[in-house]
């Protein structure tokens, strides 16, 4: 029995159409979303309480935790909100959980003028920093890499998949992980979605995983609540829901081949930086990733056509980022291009 179970960072933009993010926001804009957001009964069982929270929600304030001298929690210096969903068997569950979560957020978040914005990496910046700089308390509480991984965090909003399966024991989902960790080159570059560094519009598809490839590893085992779980945090925000559903029956489909045998320990970090510059262009690739969906379309059986979308993209090295580029080159503005893109 295979879980899978995912989460979602969001970038926002105000009423003035100006991009929300370490510089001009603040924890209580995005905290009262998170308040009036519902709660779901049981969630308890599967999330734990994110910054300031009283019980878990589908619905957080993601960013850098706060803490005064004593070491006590303060609040979240916001990236913007995020969205989990609970572990389930059943896609389409998965699929209509994440949409009625993406709803309630996007209704709260146009009450207050913030809309959604599709993008991987802050389009404005490449230099995190805080309004309020690290203490000496909190500066003890991580060492420098974490501190390092906490504030590049800040640029990347992304799409994360958590998956589990049943009976696998820790040896059994490493070695999952590491199958992940081998073909990720392959599988990503679906859900490219950020095309701009510094302001400028460049060549490159993914500047967030250009950024991320030889600084963070981007696949965990992890133990949650008693069960083994790999967090594969490789992908770029989704924004639409066809290629959400395509990328989690991939997702199935790579738990269930048993054609594709390669393994490692670490991502390929060069092999990652081509593709988040290139897409699937390179031939190479083109073959690679050709081998993992027919690898994957065959284990997936009567649930094959779940991936045709994929088929298409790769053929015609379509991603998100083609799409920011095409409006990008039309109206020659940044926040206009990443806006209204979400089709949830």
Known sequence: MIKIGCEQEFSFKNARGEYLDFTNSNYQLFSEIVEEFPLVPGDEQVFDCKSLETAPKRCYVEGVERHDESGNLLATDPKGLELRTTPHTNIDELINEFRSSFRAMTHLCKKRGLHPLLISRNPFTSKPSLQVPFNHKELSLRTEGQLNIALRSLLTPGFHINISVA??????????????????????????????????????????????????????????????????????????????????????????????????????????????????????????????????????????????????????????????????????????????????
Request: hydrophobic content about 35%; charged content about 25%; proline content about 3%.
């Open 167 to 344: 009976g696998y024991d820790l040896e059994q989902t490493t070695d999952l992980a590491e199958k992940i960790n081998y073909y990720m080159p392959y599988i990503i570059p679906y859900t490219f979605s950020s095309p701009f560094i510094d302001g400028k519009l460049t060549e490159f598809q993914s500047t967030r995983n250009l950024m991320r490839a030889s600084k963070r590893q981007l696949t965990s085992v992890d133990n949650r609540k008693g069960c083994h779980v790999i967090e594969f945090r490789g992908y770029d925000p989704v924004g639409q829901v066809g290629i959400l559903r395509a990328i989690l029956y991939l997702t199935r489909g790579l738990v269930l081949d048993t054609r594709l045998n390669g393994r490692s320990e670490q991502q390929n970090a060069e092999m990652l930086q081509q593709v988040s510059k290139h897409g699937f262009s390179p031939a190479t690739v083109r073959a690679a990733a050709f081998e993992v969906l027919n690898a994957v379309k065959s284990a997936l059986g009567d649930d094959a056509h779940e991936v045709d979308l994929l088929f298409e993209m790769l053929y015609s090295n379509q991603s998100e980022s083609m799409r920011i580029r095409e409006k990008y080159l039309d109206c020659r503005d940044i926040i206009e291009s990443i806006s209204d893109m979400y089709d949830f």
